[in-house]
């Protein structure tokens, strides 16, 4: 003989669970919409990450106010909206130097270098090293006379690292230079030459 309580329906039917479980999935987006909305019952729109950031670039003493995406690198700024290409774009993945330019005085990598990291501080570029009446500035001069370059793709580069690396106190010693200079190539191999015009232009800056 079965007990009273065998005798009384579960508590807890299919269909009451059924029930119960579309009741909770339907009030779901009704909760995520309240967490959104304030107290007064607008609704808050996310940012777009999409959205361009409007930003000041300053090189080579002059502003350029501009609106970029926020993955925009400096140096393809520098090239496409403000239309200074002296910076080369070699590997693009920081490997070659070619795009070396100085920020705040600290030579950097334009191409690993988002735009919007350097919005208000000084950004020096190749066309800003010489003088307004024209005269080169004495590591420009110095690859000139020492003949540093042959295809002159890479020079802008060498120049900007190589003026950073005497700022640096690292062109004490041939060594000091090779060392240094390391992360700016050259596929015409002019590397002797280059730290010859590296010594030329501290000595000219040391005197």
Known sequence: MLDDADDKPCALSRRGFLGGASAAGAALPLVAEAATKPRT???VAAPDARAPA????R????????????RTTLLDALREKVGLTGSKKGCD????GACTVHVDGKRVLSC???????ADKPVTTI????RPDGRLHPMQQA?????????GYCTPGQIMSAIACINEGHAKTHSDIREYMSGNLCRCAAYPNIVAAVKQARDVKEG
């Open 41 to 43: 019952g607008r609704s």
């Open 93 to 96: 993945h920081g490997q070659c």
């Open 112 to 118: 690993l270098t988002l735009a919007v990291m350097v």
């Open 54 to 57: 409007q930003v000041t670039l």
């Open 143 to 151: 690859f000139i006379d020492r003949d540093a370059f042959q295809c």
């Open 59 to 70: 090189v080579n003493g002059t502003d350029h106010p501009l609106s970029l995406d926020t």
């Open 127 to 130: 066309e800003g090293l010489a």
